[in-house]
């Protein structure tokens, strides 16, 4: 029988202020705003999951899983010194996208426990973060084991009743992966290996109240 274990916590613990599972309302570039793309980033005491679902896109076709954005790893709080903000870095552990050429960093600024804006360590962006109601009771990061004490490859993620449930690929990026590129770039100059790049899963789900 399948069983579930503690992922390895990170030696400095996420802050509280920090737990429970954070919708993004706004995302502001040079591009433009963006307020339709469904956001969640679910943050533990030391591990992070986060799914992004832009307007309009079917996940369950290929066109649209190679649009998701999704990834999870440890989060790592740096403190503000001298009144400046605090650092938010997501080391990340699997990325549905190709490797980032930048560090994932923002700096943080809560306007009220409930609403947190992040602005570019290494980029030009704002995002608001507002807490969803109900995400800041117990929190977890398990990966599942099977009956011989193998790692499946199942991760869970849990804060208060909400559970983003992940499921990597198994297979590995093309060896002539370009700078920057995206999944839905890399699938059409690889076609054949379509199905095996977007063989993976990512759940966003809530327990009633």
Do not use: K
Request: charged share 25%; with cysteine.
């Amino acid at each position: 029988m399948n069983h579930w274990i503690d992922l390895p916590a990170p030696d400095e613990p996420v802050p509280d202020a920090y737990r429970g599972v954070w919708q993004r309302t706004l995302l502001e570039t040079p591009e433009g705003r963006d307020t339709t793309t469904r956001v969640h980033w679910l943050q533990t005491g030391g591990w992070h999951a986060d799914l992004r679902v832009p307007a309009g896109v079917d996940p369950a076709t290929p066109e649209g899983r190679a649009q998701l954005q999704g990834f999870c790893g440890l989060t790592r709080i740096t403190p503000g010194a001298s009144g400046q903000p605090d650092v938010c870095t997501w080391h990340r552990r699997w990325d549905v996208q190709p490797p980032r050429s930048t560090p994932d960093a923002g700096y943080m600024v809560f306007e009220t426990s409930e609403c947190v804006i992040e602005t570019g360590v290494h980029g030009r962006y704002l995002e608001v973060w507002e807490r969803l109601p109900g995400s800041t009771g117990p929190c977890a990061a398990v990966a599942e084991l099977d009956a011989e004490g193998q790692a499946t490859g199942l991760m869970r993620f849990t804060a208060g009743r909400y559970t983003l449930t992940v499921r990597p690929r198994r297979a590995t990026w093309p060896a002539d992966l370009r700078p920057d590129e995206t999944l839905a770039e890399l699938v059409q100059r690889h076609p054949a290996e379509a199905g095996a790049l977007l063989d993976f899963e990512l759940v966003f789900s809530e327990t009633p109240a």
